[in-house]
């Protein structure tokens, strides 16, 4: 009746199957690979900035605590740096103004004249 080199049916769809099940788990090993490339280099990174960042946001708390001792420093040095970009980019009279502008800013934040947790507040008004 037919051929012996034909096959059943049901054969077919098994190798149908066979073939689609090792498609799959060769497209899945390679993808798991990739991601294994990249998940170390990323955790790396990521584990660096994370180290980077707590280290500056402790200094940064320390700082700030500490800002009553070294008030002449950050208020002079905030005056300068902020006056000595503009003097660069705008000209002497925004030198100076902006200058000004930083250590009155500066003056303000070290001895507590601005309340600075509580400007969000100020700006866009207390959540009830």
Not at 18 to 25: F, I, R, Y
Not at 40 to 57: D, G
Not at 74 to 81: E, F
């Amino acid at each position: 009746m037919g051929s012996d080199n034909q096959k059943a049916p049901e054969d077919a769809f098994k190798e149908m199957i066979k073939s689609a099940v090792a498609t799959a788990n060769t497209g899945l090993q390679q993808l798991q690979t990739t991601v294994e490339t990249w998940k170390q280099p990323v955790s790396s990174a990521l584990h660096t900035v994370e180290e980077t960042s707590t280290s500056a946001f402790r200094t940064a708390q320390t700082v700030y605590q500490r800002r009553h001792e070294f008030a002449p420093e950050i208020i002079g040095g905030t005056g300068v740096v902020t006056g000595g970009y503009f003097w660069l980019r705008r000209g002497r009279v925004a030198g100076v103004l902006a200058g000004a502008a930083g250590a009155t800013a500066a003056y303000a934040v070290v001895y507590d004249e601005l309340d600075i947790e509580n400007i969000p507040n100020k700006i866009f008004g207390t959540k009830k």
